[in-house]
């Protein structure tokens, strides 16, 4: 569906905050006085290819170039960032456009596949019609020399948590995030969703065209194939989760190369795939 050529008066991105503050009643044993609560800002974000629309999600209107970088990638739009020649982020009062002027052969193949597609919060999947879409070829991993012992996973874990600002305001988002034994968080960002907040670590990381071999992917959520899709085309060799993973995604994670943590906590963490880049044995 192309864009129409009705005009809106363009909003000052600045303007957009990522959270608000909410009228609440609250019950805690009793009826407490009335205050409020901050809670995230919810946008719709239209993401368009050469003029022509082609998703709109919903999502926290912050970090939005690494956002659009990152679906472009998972989406297998683009295979690279610089099959993209231009991107501006345009606000308006009805939600946030962003514009990406793509090669003009990934173009092509994207005109050859076009859907449009408007999900809720985090969706993965609206729009997808067939099963080799939802289930493409699985992108291997490389890597297979990196090794973390399980004081360094469980510590990349606990810092993801330093990371997030939003989270500490609201209680009310994921967050994805990049650590390395070196130098801790080397990116973290947050969204409503993890499908989102995942794209939108694969954009910063690839827009900086950063090497993630020595590294681990975290995620404040449960792991489902989505997750794994989009680490695999980050590259990373492990992904650590806070909570369990589907068993599609274990599968996919094995088929990769990958090696995936779930259950992470302050005290340990379960391996389902790939082991041998846990080093059990040290201190």
Not at 41 to 50: D, K, M, V
């Amino acid at each position: 569906m192309d864009n129409c050529d009705l005009e809106f008066e363009e909003v000052d991105l600045n303007d957009i905050p990522t959270h608000v503050p909410a009228s609440r009643i609250a019950w805690r044993e009793e009826v407490l006085p009335g205050t409020h609560r901050e809670v995230p800002e919810e946008e719709a974000i239209a993401i368009t290819y050469n003029g022509s629309s082609h998703a709109v999600m919903m999502a926290t209107p912050d970090d939005l170039e690494d956002f659009a970088i990152g679906f472009s990638l998972t989406e297998r739009i683009i295979v690279d960032p610089e099959d993209v020649h231009s991107l501006e982020i345009v606000a308006f009062p009805t939600g946030v456009e962003a514009r990406l002027w793509i090669d003009d052969r990934r173009a092509r193949r994207l005109s050859e596949r076009r859907r449009s597609l408007a999900g809720p919060t985090g969706c993965g999947l609206c729009g997808v019609d067939s099963l080799e879409e939802a289930l493409p070829k699985i992108t291997a991993v490389n890597n297979a020399d990196a090794r973390f012992t399980p004081r360094q996973i469980v510590r990349a874990i606990n810092d993801l948590s330093d990371g997030q600002p939003l989270f500490g305001e609201t209680h009310a988002v994921h967050a994805a995030g990049f650590w390395t034994p070196q130098e801790g968080n080397v990116a973290v960002r947050e969204d409503l969703g993890r499908h989102n907040a995942m794209d939108k670590l694969v954009g910063a990381l690839c827009r900086q065209h950063r090497d993630v071999g020595p590294g681990i992917a975290t995620i404040t959520s449960r792991v489902s194939v989505e997750i794994v899709q989009k680490a695999a085309i980050l590259g990373v060799s492990v992904l650590v989760a806070v909570s369990a993973p589907t068993s599609l995604a274990i599968e996919t994670a094995r088929e990769a190369g990958m090696t995936l943590i779930g259950v992470a906590r302050h005290d340990g963490f379960e391996t389902f795939t790939h082991p041998e880049r846990v080093d059990f044995m040290a201190v």
